[in-house]
Nanobody
Framework: QVQLVESGGGLVQAGGSLELSCAVS????????MAWFRQAPGAEREFVAA?????????KHADSVKGRFTISRDTAKNTVLLQMNSLKPEDTAVYYC????????????????????WGQGTQVTVSS
């Protein structure tokens, strides 16, 4: 089993920044795909960003967050980060960290059902 624990959510004004963190523990592997999804009230869970871990790095960001959000990893701390800048009220959602052993390609890494392990979520609220 892989355990994922998110932190870093909170309340911020529009235009502000937050950094989310996802600590990874449990079963270890050489290859992972890690992602952030978000779910607003009454909406489906949607892809935000993803990266592959353990080889040639592949990064992908949803069009809605490109240029504002950046996914990265801290290998020494076994952590995946999501730096969120220029936040908008429409970014308000519960943000979830997700993982799957192995590497996904660009088409499959955006799909919620591609991921096996999920964190409990962290709330991000952006006020106007």
């Amino acid at each position: 089993q892989v355990q994922l624990v998110e932190s870093g959510g909170g309340l911020v004004q529009a235009g502000g920044s937050l950094e989310l963190s996802c600590a990874v523990s449990g079963r270890t592997a050489n290859r992972y795909t890690m992602a952030w999804f978000r779910q607003a009230p009454g909406a489906e869970r949607e892809f935000v960003a993803a990266l592959t871990w353990g080889g040639s790095d592949v990064y992908k960001h949803a069009d809605s967050v490109k240029g504002r959000f950046t996914i990265s990893r801290d290998t020494a701390k076994n952590t995946v980060l999501l730096q969120m800048n220029s936040l908008k009220p429409e970014d308000t959602a519960v943000y979830y960290c997700a993982a799957v052993l192995g590497w996904l390609n660009g088409a499959t890494m955006v799909r919620r059902r591609s991921y096996v392990y999920w964190g409990q979520g962290t709330q991000v609220t952006v006020s106007s």
